[in-house]
């Protein structure tokens, strides 16, 4: 029998050939001790030493603990390829964020970031059109883009949903999606929603010569979501929407398999559920690395201004990985060039009066997604879109919101409104 130790904290990882992952932990037992446990256990490991365990195969494969900081509580950890299935997002998830998070010896532990080598990025798909290839669809090179979620989430008929979809899309909102527990209804089936909204899609774009996109929201088991995503298909839909945590990174992959040549939007609600809790847990960081593999092309991320938790470095950092070739932060350690990148969405809680600090914060590479601050809107959705439109040619014309709202009163309605809004910001 041989002792396996996953401990060298002389070791260089190899960043070509392993996975090297970056824990916080906070044992319930010697720090050092837990740090083996974390690396056996996600790696060829067990509580006790193996009879079955060949020395050779520990040598190769083991996973090896190469840094620890027990006042930061960091340890990290790197791991050969051959630990790893290729193109797997589910195998990755069973190892490193697997029996881990349940062990005794640990109180805490998040799995904060992930380096992938080139060879297992390349592994897998990624988007489809990417940032590029939606701009292209749209005919947008440079502007903010627009979204609208269709509100209220559940409760339009299909009938509503499409008519308020027109209103919206009529005056100047560029995508329109339903919401993220919006799927087929007893009073909204998916069927007709569908076809009734991109219809009225077809009618606006014939009367604007502009192109709009429907985020139909696909989310389901995969049977049924694959053929929803078909069928959207099949009606000349650009778009399918997923929510990613509910329906699954694995469900996503398979999708994206199928090559049907639509955008996949990628809302995340339920990640934090793992994300929130800063002790514990995956990063949204490590969240949206995965969905990039997945092959998400637009993904919501956070806004810093608006009603959804994020601090502002958090979400600058996650939109740069998701744009970027290159990881600055991990001094070009890893190489993202083989996959298209993913446009990043901010939502929730945004309307008009926020959308200058919005820009100023994250930039333009965007899309901005306005459901309260769209339907809310005193005089309605079509005022809404408008006041939207309003407040982001403005930042495109370097002009203040107050001097727009001077000859375009559904902005002056909005900031009057709203203008008081303001949520805590975290820096
Ligand atoms: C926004 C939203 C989105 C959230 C998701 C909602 O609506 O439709 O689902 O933005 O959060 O249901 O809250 P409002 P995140 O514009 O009315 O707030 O993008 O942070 O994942
Ligand atoms: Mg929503």
């Given at each position: 029998m041989s002792h396996v130790g996953f401990i060298d904290t002389t070791y260089q990882p190899n960043y070509n050939k392993e996975i090297v992952v970056t824990f916080y932990m906070e044992p319930a037992i010697a720090f050092n001790e837990a740090a083996e446990a974390v690396a056996g256990e996600s790696s060829i490991g067990s509580w006790t030493d193996l009879s079955t365990l060949k020395p050779d195969v520990a040598k190769k494969i083991g996973a090896k603990v190469f840094y620890f900081n027990e006042k930061q509580n960091i340890v990290k950890i790197a791991y050969p390829l051959e630990l790893f299935e290729l193109g797997s997002i589910p195998q990755f998830l069973s190892s490193v964020g697997g029996n881990i998070f349940s062990?005794?010896?640990?109180?805490n532990l998040r799995l904060v970031d992930v380096e992938f080598p080139e060879k297992y990025i390349k592994s897998f798909q990624g988007p489809a059109l990417g940032i590029e290839g939606i701009r292209k669809i749209l005919k947008n090179k440079d502007r903010i883009i627009l979204g609208s979620i269709i509100k209220p989430k559940v409760g339009l008929s299909a009938i509503e949903h499409a008519q308020v979809a027109y209103d919206v899309w009529k005056n100047g909102i560029d995508l329109v999606k339903d919401d993220e527990n919006l799927t087929s209804m007893v009073f909204n089936k998916f069927e007709e929603r569908i076809k009734r909204t991109l219809a009225m899609r077809d009618k606006v774009e014939k009367e604007t010569g502009k192109i709009k996109i429907y985020a139909a929201n696909v989310t389901a088991p995969p049977d049924i979501m694959l053929e929803r995503a078909k069928y959207v298909k099949s009606l000349g839909g650009r778009c399918v929407m997923v929510d990613i945590v509910s329906t699954g990174l694995d469900n996503v992959q398979y999708l994206r398999k199928q090559n049907l040549g639509l955008i996949i939007h990628g809302h995340r609600a339920g990640?934090?559920?793992?994300?929130?809790?800063?002790?514990h847990g995956i990063t949204m960081l490590v969240l949206a690395k995965l969905a990039r593999l997945a092959g998400i092309d637009q993904l919501h991320t956070g806004t810093v201004v608006g009603k959804m938790e994020g601090s502002e470095q958090e979400v600058l950092s996650i939109n740069e990985l998701l744009r970027e070739d290159w990881q600055h932060y991990h001094i070009l350690r890893e190489n993202w060039s083989a996959l298209k990148p993913t446009m990043p969405i901010a939502s929730g809680g945004l309307h008009p009066a926020l959308l200058p600090k919005l820009e100023e914060i994250l930039g333009h590479d965007i899309i901005a997604n306005f459901g309260g601050g769209v339907h809310g809107h005193k005089d309605g959705s079509a005022a809404g879109a408008r006041a939207c439109a309003q407040a982001a040619e403005a930042i495109f014309e370097k002009k203040s919101l107050k001097e727009q709202a001077k000859f375009h009163p559904e902005l002056k309605t909005a900031l009057d409104q709203w203008g008081g809004v303001k949520y805590k910001q975290q820096r």
């Amino acid at each position: 029998m041989s002792h396996v130790g996953f401990i060298d904290t002389t070791y260089q990882p190899n960043y070509n050939k392993e996975i090297v992952v970056t824990f916080y932990m906070e044992p319930a037992i010697a720090f050092n001790e837990a740090a083996e446990a974390v690396a056996g256990e996600s790696s060829i490991g067990s509580w006790t030493d193996l009879s079955t365990l060949k020395p050779d195969v520990a040598k190769k494969i083991g996973a090896k603990v190469f840094y620890f900081n027990e006042k930061q509580n960091i340890v990290k950890i790197a791991y050969p390829l051959e630990l790893f299935e290729l193109g797997s997002i589910p195998q990755f998830l069973s190892s490193v964020g697997g029996n881990i998070f349940s062990m005794k010896a640990i109180k805490n532990l998040r799995l904060v970031d992930v380096e992938f080598p080139e060879k297992y990025i390349k592994s897998f798909q990624g988007p489809a059109l990417g940032i590029e290839g939606i701009r292209k669809i749209l005919k947008n090179k440079d502007r903010i883009i627009l979204g609208s979620i269709i509100k209220p989430k559940v409760g339009l008929s299909a009938i509503e949903h499409a008519q308020v979809a027109y209103d919206v899309w009529k005056n100047g909102i560029d995508l329109v999606k339903d919401d993220e527990n919006l799927t087929s209804m007893v009073f909204n089936k998916f069927e007709e929603r569908i076809k009734r909204t991109l219809a009225m899609r077809d009618k606006v774009e014939k009367e604007t010569g502009k192109i709009k996109i429907y985020a139909a929201n696909v989310t389901a088991p995969p049977d049924i979501m694959l053929e929803r995503a078909k069928y959207v298909k099949s009606l000349g839909g650009r778009c399918v929407m997923v929510d990613i945590v509910s329906t699954g990174l694995d469900n996503v992959q398979y999708l994206r398999k199928q090559n049907l040549g639509l955008i996949i939007h990628g809302h995340r609600a339920g990640h934090s559920t793992f994300t929130r809790y800063p002790k514990h847990g995956i990063t949204m960081l490590v969240l949206a690395k995965l969905a990039r593999l997945a092959g998400i092309d637009q993904l919501h991320t956070g806004t810093v201004v608006g009603k959804m938790e994020g601090s502002e470095q958090e979400v600058l950092s996650i939109n740069e990985l998701l744009r970027e070739d290159w990881q600055h932060y991990h001094i070009l350690r890893e190489n993202w060039s083989a996959l298209k990148p993913t446009m990043p969405i901010a939502s929730g809680g945004l309307h008009p009066a926020l959308l200058p600090k919005l820009e100023e914060i994250l930039g333009h590479d965007i899309i901005a997604n306005f459901g309260g601050g769209v339907h809310g809107h005193k005089d309605g959705s079509a005022a809404g879109a408008r006041a939207c439109a309003q407040a982001a040619e403005a930042i495109f014309e370097k002009k203040s919101l107050k001097e727009q709202a001077k000859f375009h009163p559904e902005l002056k309605t909005a900031l009057d409104q709203w203008g008081g809004v303001k949520y805590k910001q975290q820096r």
